[in-house]
């Protein structure tokens, strides 16, 4: 190779590599996580406080699932909150935003034909402890008439306590 040649491939290699290697280096950055007081408090506001559960999903829409840990394994999201204190205008507001539901928030809302087939693929869940430990009966009883037939159908496999303990 002539030395013209050779100045000329290194000069395209040094505009080349660079750009590839910010790229690469770019594609390889891990978005930052939310921020834990933004969450806790996300999470707080979705046990009764509306207006600041619209307000901070607006601005923060990856706050939808996010989940708080207040630690011993007891891990609570937006819709956990809502569902465990039976707060279904904003448990409804966060599944219309794509709230990932679960079995508690199936007996919350009375909904035997989400629950039903969960338990027959999953007995154990019959025990489940959800945020705080609270169980599959208590979330029907905040579900009021709405969740009656749950609430029978769950006493009638032998599930009796509502009361929780965490830890």
């Known amino acids: 190779m002539k030395r013209k040649q050779f100045i000329k491939s290194l000069g395209v290699a040094s505009v080349?590599?660079?750009?590839?290697?910010?790229y690469s280096f770019s594609q390889n950055q891990e978005e930052p996580q939310l921020d834990r007081a933004l969450v806790k408090k996300f999470v707080g506001a979705s046990h009764g406080k509306f207006d600041v559960v619209k307000d901070l999903l607006a601005e923060h829409p990856t706050l939808l699932n996010a989940a708080h840990d207040w630690r011993h394994g007891d891990y609570e999201t937006g819709l956990g909150a809502a569902s465990h204190i039976?707060?279904?205008e904003i448990a409804q507001y966060l599944l219309?935003?794509?709230?990932?539901?679960n079995?508690?928030?199936?007996?919350?809302?009375?909904?035997m034909e989400i629950l039903k087939p969960m338990l027959e693929f999953n007995p154990k869940l019959l025990n489940a402890k959800g945020p705080h430990g609270l169980t599959l009966l208590h979330h029907a009883n905040q579900g009021g008439d709405e969740a009656l037939q749950v609430k029978e159908y769950l006493t009638s496999l032998g599930?009796?306590?509502t009361q929780f303990k965490l830890y």
């Open 159 to 161: 599930l009796k306590e």
């Open 86 to 88: 039976g707060n279904k």
């Open 16 to 22: 080349v590599i660079p750009s590839f290697s910010f």
């Open 96 to 101: 219309d935003n794509g709230a990932q539901a």
């Open 103 to 111: 079995i508690f928030t199936a007996a919350l809302f009375g909904r």
